[in-house]
Nanobody, 125 residues
Framework: QVQLVESGGGLVQPGDSLRLSCAASGFTFSSYAMGWFRQAPGKEREFVARITWNGGSTYYADSVKGRFTVSRDNAKNTVYLQMNSLKPEDTAVYSC??????????????????WGQGTQVTVSS
């Protein structure tokens, strides 16, 4: 079965950095695009970043562009999200997801069929 397990979250101060990891199993990881989403309390889940199957293209929400970098290591079945210059508004549960549709609307949750449990990121002074 498909499993996605996020790790690397924690409590940091504004301006700090974190690197999230998502370990994948149960499918041919290198054949699928992967996405990162986040959800803050009381808010809808929102798109953060996406990376194509071979890492050739990446896509970012405007709110994180220039600060976050998504990457993947297909030999390790792992996708990463490097988060720099963190802001309090980045506080959320971050989840990785497996693409299911190859849709050009990659920023919607319906484009992804499997989700990890999420890891908490808290940015506070």
């Amino acid at each position: 079965q498909v499993q996605l397990v996020e790790s690397g979250g924690g409590l940091v101060q504004p301006g700090d950095s974190l690197r999230l990891s998502c370990a994948a199993s149960g499918f041919t990881f290198s054949s699928y695009a992967m996405g990162w989403f986040r959800q803050a309390p009381g808010k809808e889940r929102e798109f953060v970043a996406r990376i194509t199957w071979n890492g050739g293209s990446t896509y970012y929400a405007d709110s994180v562009k220039g600060r976050f970098t998504v990457s993947r290591d297909n030999a390790k079945n792992t996708v990463y999200l490097q988060m720099n210059s963190l802001k309090p508004e980045d506080t959320a549960v971050y989840s990785c997801a497996k693409d299911q549709s190859s849709s050009t609307r990659y920023y919607i949750t319906g484009a992804y069929g499997y989700w990890g449990q999420g890891t908490q990121v808290t940015v506070s002074s």
